[in-house]
């Protein structure tokens, strides 16, 4: 399943309010690896029509680069869902986010409205795990149609369990995991929630190297100061480049030998580490790459 991922870095995700004209064209030069253009939580309720403006004029004026790009719609139990849907046609992102995923049949609604537009063919569907519901449906959610990514959204989740907000996430782990397996089961990426002090820059470092140790692609972020911390701690740092290069070479040797195994660093190194070891290097390339394309 992992293997054959998609190598498209997802380290940094940015939220950017569909209303912020001036966040909007700042993201254009910001070292994030993706974008959510957000209509739904960041955006008030009687800003909700500006912001559908605003956001459906600027992804038709302006160049993101290689940014991927994420719509986050209102969910369709409200009014606004449908017309949130117009700026998807207009605009063609990657992606549209859907919130408060709570089964299946959400994310097939979805795709059926997608199918029945001429303009959204390739249009694929990541969902906001963050409801209780949704966690215990996410293996069915991460294996519906049009399905590529899970975001998860820990502070609705917070919110819904009543739990507290810990620097460790205990309270948080049965979600985190569980939407982690069940993406990796469906092969989709997984970003993990936000980290709200965003002034606080070590203790956003202990949760995207928390979140990466987890197995997360990358994390969400909702302020431009967040983006280098997220950037170095979901990359392949020069350690693990440089281990994954000394794997790789000493397999070879022993495979050439007609031996099945070899020892690095006094640990054992089969053919699965290296299936990790070139996925390690195929990453640290896939993020020079972009970082080339952005520059
Ligand atoms: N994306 C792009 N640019 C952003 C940004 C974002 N999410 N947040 C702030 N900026 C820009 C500002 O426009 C400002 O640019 P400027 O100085 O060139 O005008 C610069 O970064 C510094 O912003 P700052 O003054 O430090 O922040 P703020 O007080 O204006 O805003 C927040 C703070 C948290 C309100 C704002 O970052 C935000 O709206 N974040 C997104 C929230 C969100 O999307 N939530 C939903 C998901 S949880
Ligand atoms: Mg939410």
Known sequence: MAASMDTRPFRSA??????KERALEKARGLATDAIIFDLEDAVAVDEKANARETLASALASMDFGPRAKLVRLNGFDTDWAERDLEVISLAKPEAVLLPKVNSAADIEALAAKLDARADTADTRIWAMMETPEGILNAAAIAKAPRMAGFVMGT????KELGCRFRADRLPMQYALQTCLMAARAAGIIAIDGVYNAF??????RGECEQGRDLGFDGKTLIHPAQLAIANEVFAPDAAAIDLARRQIAAFDEATAKGLGVAVVDGKIVENLHIETARQTLARAEAIENLQKAMS
């Open 199 to 204: 002034k606080d820059d070590e203790g956003l």
């Open 155 to 158: 502070n609705d989740l917070a």
């Open 14 to 19: 940015l939220y950017i309010p569909g209303s």
